[in-house]
């Protein structure tokens, strides 16, 4: 529940409220309000804003889970799928983009406007094993390139995962990370 709280709106409210309170003190003459105000409410509203101007989404879960497949996922994910659901789904700071070394890494990043940027991400079975599927929008990287990686994201992604690259739609490209049954759990 906490990682969907954004950090930022929180220092930028509390902070607000805070130095809205200190300012108010200050022109009723409670100086020691006052002090609260200015010293905590100014730092929170600024540091609000500084997280605010480096913060980075959370990625929708653009399918809900079913029990079944939440089943599976906890019977059978890997560490590698658990951490990526738990690092895509909540707000992130001072990063770019979702996955972004990663992608670099599987030079499917070559610069930062070429990057594919992760649209969605959902949980399915796929033939009784858990998949993490991630939906990329990839107008600039050709689907070429991603079948010509996919040895790589296995690798990259693994042990106990095999990887599935599609084209459900022009510009869209979607990874399906199944477990597999070797290392799953």
Do not use: C
């Amino acid at each position: 529940m906490f990682r969907r709280i954004s950090l930022a709106v929180l220092g930028l409210s509390v902070g607000g409220v805070i130095t809205i309170v200190g300012f108010t003190a200050y022109f009723l003459d409670y100086a020691t309000l006052n002090l609260a105000g200015f010293f905590y409410g100014i730092p929170l509203l600024l540091g609000g804003l500084a997280l605010k101007a480096s913060e980075l989404e959370p990625v929708p879960i653009t399918k809900p889970t079913s029990p079944e497949v939440k089943a599976l996922q906890t019977q059978q994910a890997t560490p590698t799928q658990k951490q990526i659901l738990k690092d895509v789904t909540r707000f992130r700071y001072g990063q770019e983009a979702h996955l972004d070394l990663a992608l670099g890494h599987l030079g499917l990043s070559p610069t930062d406007q070429e990057r594919p940027v992760l649209k969605g991400i959902r949980e399915e079975s796929v033939d009784g094993s858990y998949a993490l599927v991630l939906e990329f929008d990839s107008p600039l990287i050709s689907f070429e390139t991603w079948q010509e990686k996919q040895n790589k994201l296995a690798r990259f992604f693994g042990p106990g995962v095999q990887v599935e690259v599609e084209n459900p739609a022009e510009d869209k490209v979607e990874v399906t990370m199944i477990a597999t049954s070797e290392t799953a759990g």
